[in-house]
Nanobody, 130 residues
């Protein structure tokens, strides 16, 4: 069974940057999707970005395009989310998740907000405020 743990959240001023990290452990599948989701108070969980382990293909939500960059280090079973030009509307709890039974593209997984059977971290809060 795979476990994921996030880190790197915090308080940042608008226009600032943060890098979130996610470390996966346990029995890693040969092929998986791993990505970032976020949930703001009173809102539904949304997929922010994801990456496929096999070919490195990525997906970004429209709100993340041009500002966020996802990357992975397969040697460490780690995935990172570099967030630049942060806005107050980026304030949310950010969750890392891993889909060990991927189908189609990770964009489909992200767009539906992930699945309950995925491996989820406990979340790391990001607050963008002056």
């Amino acid at each position: 069974q795979v476990q994921v743990v996030e880190s790197g959240g915090g308080l940042v001023q608008p226009g600032g940057s943060l890098t979130l990290s996610c470390l996966a452990s346990g029995f890693m599948p040969d092929y998986y999707f791993i990505g970032w989701f976020r949930q703001a108070p009173g809102k539904e969980r949304e997929g922010v970005s994801c990456i496929a382990s096999r070919d490195g293909s990525t997906y970004y939500a429209d709100s993340a395009k041009g500002r966020f960059t996802i990357s992975k280090d397969s040697t460490k079973n780690a995935v990172y989310l570099q967030m630049d030009s942060l806005k107050p509307e980026d304030t949310a709890t950010y969750y890392c998740a891993l889909d060990s039974r991927p189908t189609r593209r990770c964009s489909s997984w992200a767009l539906r907000g992930g699945d309950d059977e995925d491996a989820w971290g406990s979340g790391t809060p990001v607050t963008v405020s002056s």
